[in-house]
């Protein structure tokens, strides 16, 4: 069961969502919130998987309700207003519903919500069952779970909450919200390298270093920061042959 809070400042609306949770077997509505301080309360107190969430409320909007919570639920935001849209998408919402919907509308929202807990559910199963020595990472880009073989990952870069994962021979790094602490110590020890405040490499793809930078393809330089630098250049010294 997907347990949900609603939140809506217009009592039909919200009469309406909780109406729609109701027809879904796999949702439970844990409380219908009329502002967003009564749904952060909720929310510090109970077990919440998803959020039906109106954007354009008095005193605190959908949007900074989202960034205030430390670990927030999935997102989904229920609004009348299309410009918001890409805000939304901006913190990670699985799914944007534009008013007014239908029950159908708001199903197929519902049912990636659904899909998503499913996925994570089967990642977190594979995880336990590999154990810390896993030869891969599954993590949350937009609302997929991905599988990352650790093999191929060239180098991670933290842009504020979030990482960009560079896997060899994809175009574009997988982004998604993770603390560069949290991944540093799942990746095993003897490959990774914490080389900057920004950057993890992986050691078996380093090719050069040249003037304390690590040098990729394509001209990307990963700098070598000032806290990080003894124990890379200790690594290179290991490793090294001639003068």
Known sequence: MIRCVIVDDEPLALAQLKGYVERVPFLECVKACSCANEAISVIAEECVDVLFLDINMPDISGIQLVK????????VFTTAYSEYAIEGFRVDAVDYILKPFGFDEFLRAANKVNELCILERMASKREDEMGVDSDCLFVKSDYRVLRVPI???RFIESMSEYIRIFVENEPKPIVTLLSMKKVEEVLPKNVFMRVHRSYIVNLSK???VSRMRIVYDNNV???IGDMYKDNFFGYIDNHFIGK
């Open 206 to 208: 380093v090719k050069e």
């Open 221 to 223: 330089f990963i700098p």
């Open 68 to 75: 205030s919570l430390k670990n927030p639920p999935k997102i």
């Open 151 to 153: 093999s191929s990952i």
